[in-house]
């Protein structure tokens, strides 16, 4: 067993077991997730790439790892912090434990950490930079390190054979994304941030755009080409996705303190006034004095802050969510987000073609 510290851009420092003896500090955005369960999605959603993740609950990796629910191929996470990381995985579908595939994928993890001290620092102080290292040190730059997504490639990878194209921008999709869109029975397109000259010749019957790491502003290469998407076709954002509709239609994002991240965040639908448990995962949110100069107007506010979680367009047929509709980890109270961008796509389908 070796020691290992984790240190925060004040100098705060918590010391825990260390996964293995580190060689080099590990330097990341540190976050809080306070799902009791879900670590499976978190670790492998590349929203959170290059961040090191801490569970609130106490205890995490009771049911091991599965075939089943990760959200990318791989670990996303720079690095993890918990109480307890149990050693043994018990469910029947479990085909791993939580230890053994951080061992095995090199996710450095440290554990025997008081995770709600670390959390209430991280409240207090913002989410800021941290360094898990196997002496005390602090991180190297003040900066957070956010990384736009890399894409792997360059191919459009199409999936199912309904009557509705969709088209998925991959800012760093979850898969469960893909699979509820599939589930509706549509056809759907990935074609990757970088690549959105490609939509014009797929003429798409609806567009979603998805979550992803990093700051929504360094898409702003993309705006206006997004933009001229959002005016040709029936359009849904989720996270990342939303933020860049906004920013795409003249508003602007900001950094909360210490982001959203858990399992059952209450939203209130402005229109119904009905109340919605959801999963979120994110530090930025679209700042709702600038939509003031825009079309768009809020269709759904976080109840705990009151900050913005959605958007509809004043004419077009343009919806978006700061919170996960496809759940995965948390509730699925909010899946019929789907279902009303697919009665926007059927509505205007056969109405107009893609401009
Ligand atoms: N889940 C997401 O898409 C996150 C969006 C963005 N990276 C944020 O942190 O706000």
């Known amino acids: ?195 959105l000259h490609a939509i014009d010749e797929l003429k798409p019957d609806g567009v979603v755009l998805s979550n992803g790491p990093g700051d929504p502003k360094d898409a702003a290469p993309y705006l206006s080409k997004i933009k001229h998407v959002l005016e040709s076709c029936p359009s849904l954002g989720i996270c990342l996705g939303h933020q860049v509709i906004a920013l795409a239609f003249g508003a602007n994002t900001e950094k909360l303190s210490f982001g959203h991240r858990g399992a059952n965040h209450p939203v209130k639908d402005l229109e119904t006034g009905r109340v919605f448990l959801t999963s979120q995962n994110h530090n930025y949110v679209v700042d709702e004095e600038s939509l003031a100069s825009t079309e768009l107007h809020p269709c759904f506010i976080h109840v705990n802050d009151q900050s913005l979680e959605g958007l509809k367009h004043g004419h077009l047929p343009v919806l978006s969510a700061q919170f996960h509709p496809e759940a995965n980890p948390g509730p699925e109270d909010a899946l019929w987000l789907f279902d009303d961008f697919l009665n926007m796509v059927r509505a205007k389908k056969g109405e107009k073609a893609y401009v």
């Open 1 to 195: 067993m070796q020691q290992g510290f984790l240190t925060l851009q004040d100098g705060q420092q918590f010391q825990g077991i260390a996964s293995e003896d580190w060689a080099d500090p590990i330097e990341g955005e540190i976050v809080f997730f306070t799902g009791m369960t879900g670590y499976q999605e978190v670790l492998t959603d590349p929203s959170y790439q290059g961040q090191i993740v801490v569970f609130t609950y106490p205890l995490i990796g009771n049911y091991g790892i599965n075939e089943e629910d990760f959200e990318s191929e791989l670990p996303q996470v720079k690095g993890v912090v918990m109480l307890h990381c149990a050693d043994t995985a018990s469910h029947y579908k479990a085909t791993t434990s939580l230890k053994d595939y951080l061992h095995d994928k090199r996710v450095p993890f440290l554990t025997a950490v008081d995770t709600r001290e670390v959390t209430k620092a991280i409240r207090t102080g913002g989410t800021r930079q941290a360094v898990l290292a196997a002496k005390p040190s602090k991180p190297v730059s003040t900066q957070i390190t956010n990384q736009i997504y890399q894409v792997k490639g360059a191919n459009l990878t199409s999936h199912g054979h309904g009557a509705e194209h969709i088209v998925l921008i991959d800012f760093g999709s979850k898969h469960s994304i893909l699979r509820h869109l599939l589930e509706k029975g549509v056809r759907v397109t990935v074609v990757p941030f970088t690549e």
